[in-house]
């Protein structure tokens, strides 16, 4: 259903060098790389995740209560995205843990890349009964 996402960046230089490390730990990569528009994907075809400065010159900014949600294979690789975002320069918007009841298996953390904007990276595994 999704394409693609697409965020605002005010440094394309550094937005494009936080998530091609941050996304090297799901194998995504660089499938669009032009100047002013960069998005990666884990295969070809499949949905993107998009920077680029706003289309009207103005100021990228932040979405109050826009976030944008990365699937993880299991809770480790949530913890290594959200490691990896925080070493990059991110912050913290929750560290990862089990949202809700244990036994839903929603698994989360949360963090702002270096524009503000808010993601998470979660698993959702919920126990089988």
Do not use: C, Q
């Amino acid at each position: 259903m999704i394409g693609y996402t697409t965020i605002g960046t005010n440094n394309m230089e550094k937005a494009a060098a936080f998530y091609d490390e941050l996304f090297s730990i799901i194998g995504a990569k660089r499938s669009w790389d032009w100047e002013s528009f960069k998005a990666w994907a884990v295969t070809p075809g499949a949905p993107m995740f998009a920077v680029t400065p706003p289309y009207n010159k103005e100021p990228a900014t932040v979405g109050n209560g826009v976030m944008i949600a990365l699937a993880a294979p299991d809770r480790e690789t949530v913890k290594k995205l959200y490691d990896k975002a925080i070493e990059l320069g991110g912050s913290s918007e929750g560290e990862p843990g089990y949202r809700g009841p244990e036994d839903m298996g929603f698994f989360a953390g949360y963090f702002r890349d270096l524009d503000g904007n808010k993601l998470n990276a979660f698993n959702y595994s919920p126990k089988k009964t």
